[in-house]
């Protein structure tokens, strides 16, 4: 049996006003994120910015579908402003911003109605833990590489180049379609996993195996890859 998905956007419909303090509090340059929720107020929100004498960039970020929408697999380097406003609620997707951009981040929340300013202390503990699992990967012999069936989250090429990037390694592959944490324990043998779904899971989730985790990506680009 095949199963249809129907993705239905849900907008916002209500106007968002930005507080004049966050105004006069950002930079000149800026880029503007936000979710699929409110992306329909995104052209009404630059236009807030610019009348308020202010550069603003809409940047297409990978696996969205309109300029302007993030998601929090988002990680991408923009470095042509000062600052980033994000528009939304929670940490999940300010801090995808972070990960590869040094500039602060502002977020303006539309439903308490306030704004906070995101710096690199909020994710230096997870910068740190990514270093020491670096190294850890660095003298391990057997490595499990986590990989998944949801469709836009795998990197099964990914496999390919490390086994090439690294013939002395051995390279054992986990198919799921989601992780049971847990279940990572029953195999005392892996020495570090490597995901290729999610990149967040390589950065959030450390904390939820007892091994080092680390995305593909990353120890394909080395050490300094932030």
Request: glycine share 4%; with cysteine.
């Amino acid at each position: 049996m095949v199963l249809r998905v129907e993705h239905i956007h849900v907008r916002r419909k209500a106007d968002i006003q930005f507080p004049q303090d966050l105004l006069a509090a950002l930079p000149k340059k800026i880029a503007l994120f936000t979710t699929a929720q409110y992306s329909n107020k995104l052209a009404d929100m630059k236009q807030q910015l610019l009348n308020a004498d202010k550069e603003v960039e809409l940047y297409r970020a990978r696996h969205t579908s309109e300029e302007g929408q993030i998601l929090g697999c988002s990680i991408q380097t923009w470095p042509d402003v000062e600052a980033f406003l994000y528009v939304g609620e929670g940490e999940f997707h300010p801090r995808a911003i972070l990960f590869k951009n040094p500039q602060p981040t502002y977020r303006y929340d539309p439903l308490r109605l306030t704004w906070d300013v995101f710096s690199h202390e909020e994710i230096s503990k997870i910068m740190k833990q990514h270093k020491g699992a670096m190294l850890t990967f660095y003298h391990a012999k057997t490595l499990g590489v986590l990989t998944t069936t949801k469709s836009g989250q795998k990197d099964t090429d990914a496999i390919t180049h490390l086994r090439k990037e690294y013939p002395q390694k051995n390279f054992i592959v986990f198919l799921a379609n989601t992780l049971d944490w847990q279940g990572l324990d029953d195999f005392p043998f892996i020495e570090c996993w490597i995901n290729t779904g999610c990149p967040r899971i390589g950065l959030d989730d450390y904390n939820k195996v007892s091994k080092p985790i680390l995305n593909a990506e990353h120890v394909l680009e080395g050490i300094h890859s932030f």
